[in-house]
């Protein structure tokens, strides 16, 4: 069975500009969360996504937006670029949400703001 | 809010001594505690997971953890460590009451040398 895979794997854009990230779930797994990994704050939940509706939103502004599909693939935007939001976007799948199964992650994407 | 404290960033150690890497949490209701493993240029990979039952749980790759409820923490062990555990360790906690997704502490990496 294939694993979670994120589409770019990296990323170049500048200051101003927005962005489209993807993911695509294991197959038959239905829900979809999102992250942010820098070296200062680590880990930090983003959204998560179930039956193409959002369940969960971390503490990002709203620049930060997210959606799912039927086929359970999920893209996430960031609008208008800040340095700082320069990190790994790391995506991961389960079957259901929940918090008791366990989530497959991506590679994650790589994005770099100029 | 959910919390997950590792208490160190970086634990060096040689090759075959055992190595324990902590975790403490903040909350008193029940959760559910998780570890991953992020080797370089990777995703996040499921160490192993507390949901209920026995105290001591068993993940791959010879890494077990305890459950310690009373001093709210979630310690990692492994009695020999090997050149190839070198990597990035994340605890995380879910709240399965609120439905919360993956809470993350900010990561121990471990540095095995010979």
């Known amino acids: 069975k294939a694993g979670v895979t994120q589409t770019p794997r990296y990323l170049i854009k500048t200051r101003g500009q927005q962005v489209t990230l993807s993911c695509s779930p294991i197959?038959?797994?239905?829900?979809v969360s999102w992250y942010q990994q820098t070296p200062g704050q680590g880990l930090q939940f983003l959204f998560e996504?179930?039956?193409?509706?959002?369940?969960n939103k971390g503490n990002f502004p709203g620049r930060f937006s997210g959606r799912q599909f039927s086929n359970s693939r999920s893209e996430m935007n960031v609008s208008t670029l800040e340095l700082g939001d320069s990190a790994l976007y790391l995506c991961?799948?389960?079957?259901?949400?929940?918090?008791?199964?366990?989530?497959?992650f991506g590679p994650g994407t790589r994005l770099t703001v100029l | 809010a959910q919390s997950v404290t590792q208490l160190d960033s970086q634990v060096p150690v040689f090759e075959e001594a055992p190595v324990e890497l902590r975790c403490n949490y903040s909350?008193?209701?029940?959760?559910?505690l998780f570890w991953y493993v992020q080797y370089p240029n990777q995703g996040l990979q499921l160490l192993l997971k507390?949901?209920?039952?026995?105290?001591l749980v068993k993940g791959i790759n010879g890494f077990e953890a305890e459950f310690n409820k009373s001093q709210t923490s979630f310690h990692l062990r492994k009695p020999s460590v090997h050149i190839s555990d070198t990597a990035e360790y994340f605890c995380?906690?879910?709240?399965?009451?609120?439905?919360?997704?993956?809470?993350f502490g900010k990561g121990t990496t471990l540095s095995v040398s010979s």
């Open positions: 991961a799948s389960s079957l259901d949400p929940g918090g008791y199964n366990e989530q497959f």
């Open positions: 197959s038959g797994h239905r829900s």
């Open positions: 996504y179930f039956s193409e509706t959002q369940r």
């Open positions: 909350s008193s209701v029940s959760v559910y």
């Open positions: 507390y949901l209920s039952g026995s105290t």
């Open positions: 995380a906690v879910s709240d399965p009451q609120a439905g919360t997704a993956l809470i």
